[in-house]
């Protein structure tokens, strides 16, 4: 365990140590991404171990989920329950888990619309908004949006209630997987475009494969960075005096 009254760093050598510059850790600080460091005699900032095991958590972090959500999540973890930041961290495993079924799902149901394009579709099998924006795990308003946008095309019953049939689920799951990718509304409207029209998927299975191949990459990113997660709140149990295994015992 770490000790944080062993060394000091300046900011340069916090730094230094890290593979920052001297103004990325002061922004860092300035952002809660790291404590706030202690103030010397002569005024200039003090950094110990813990901030340098929360540098190295947030840049592991950064890896495996980008630069904007780490920062978002590191002051939760310094500053939060140690509860909460755990539950946090299993949060982030299961939200990849989710996404790599969303795109093998848009995957899946992009074979099987272009195989059964011409097959009669029962009106049993179809989904109203709700059941879809669930299956999904998006809101209702999404669907709406991308509707309107001319992305996913229900059907229309009576008082003009929206019907999701074969070709709209595809859509709609094709949508949701590209937009978790960062694509933006035109890109994917071409995208499907193709598809509905000449019937290519090549575009857009490769686009999803790479999604997949991204989110495993995050996914051993994220295992990357548990040793420093680990080391983060180890040491916050330590301060709070709470034993890192439950019910192991020191002998007297």
């Known amino acids: 365990m770490q000790n944080p009254q062993v060394t000091t760093f300046t900011t340069m050598q916090l730094g230094r140590l890290v593979g920052y510059s001297t103004q990325q850790v002061r922004d860092l600080e300035r952002l809660g991404v790291i404590p706030s460091a202690e103030r010397g005699a002569n005024g200039y900032r003090r950094y110990r171990l813990r901030h340098a095991t929360a540098l190295r958590a947030y840049r592991a972090m950064a890896a495996a989920l980008g630069p904007v959500p780490a920062r978002r999540l590191m002051p939760v973890l310094i500053d939060g329950s140690v509860e909460g930041a755990a539950e946090r961290i299993d949060e982030l495993h299961a939200d990849l888990s989710r996404e790599r079924s969303r795109v093998r799902e848009a995957l899946r149901g992009l074979e099987v619309a272009v195989a059964e394009a011409d097959d009669m579709f029962a009106d049993t099998d179809a989904m109203t908004i709700g059941e879809l924006a669930q299956a999904l795990g998006i809101r209702v308003s999404a669907l709406r949006h991308w509707e309107r946008e001319g992305l996913v095309h229900p059907l229309r019953g009576a008082a003009s209630t929206r019907s999701y049939g074969a070709v709209a689920i595809t859509e709609a799951r094709v949508a949701a997987a590209l937009r978790s990718g960062g694509y933006g509304i035109p890109a994917i409207s071409r995208i ?61």
């Open 192 to 252: 499907l475009d193709e598809v509905r029209v000449h019937r290519r998927t090549a575009e857009v299975q490769r686009l999803l494969t790479e999604r997949l191949a991204d989110l495993t990459r995050r996914s051993v990113a994220l295992l990357g960075a548990a040793g420093h997660l680990h080391d983060l709140l180890a040491d916050r149990l330590a301060e709070a005096g709470a034993p890192l295994t439950p019910g192991r015992r020191t002998a007297p």
